[in-house]
Nanobody
Framework: QVQLVESGGGLVQAGGSLRLSCAAS????????MGWFRQGPGKEREFVAS????????YYADSVKGRFTISRDNAKNTVYLQMTSLKPEDTAVYYC???????????????????WGQGTQVTVSS
């Protein structure tokens, strides 16, 4: 079992930056693919970014490409999401997710991931 705890959310003005962190415990996630998803007000949960277990492969949603960067520190069992040039439409609860499989196939769908954090709120004001 893996527990994921997100942090780093908050209120920021449009054009600003935030860095989200996702700390894993319970087992190492150094061999697991990880992802970030978000759910805005009145919207369904959507894919934001994912990173392979070794950090080599990264996927991004078109809406965040060039503005967000996903990274990981396997020594710290932590995944990050650096968000820059934030827009009001980025306002959402951001969730960290982990694939339970070791060395699994990368995915962009919610059902590709088995463990989820409780989410952290990001609010971007115009």
């Amino acid at each position: 079992q893996v527990q994921l705890v997100e942090s780093g959310g908050g209120l920021v003005q449009a054009g600003g930056s935030l860095r989200l962190s996702c700390a894993a415990s319970g087992r190492t996630v150094s061999v697991c693919n990880m992802g970030w998803f978000r759910q805005g007000p009145g919207k369904e949960r959507e894919f934001v970014a994912s990173i392979s277990w070794n950090g080599i492969t990264r996927y991004y949603a078109d809406s965040v490409k060039g503005r967000f960067t996903i990274s990981r520190d396997n020594a710290k069992n932590t995944v990050y999401l650096q968000m820059t040039s934030l827009k009001p439409e980025d306002t959402a609860v951001y969730y960290c997710a982990a694939d339970r499989r070791d060395y699994g196939r990368m995915g962009r769908e919610s059902n590709d991931y088995d463990y989820w954090g409780q989410g952290t709120q990001v609010t971007v004001s115009s």
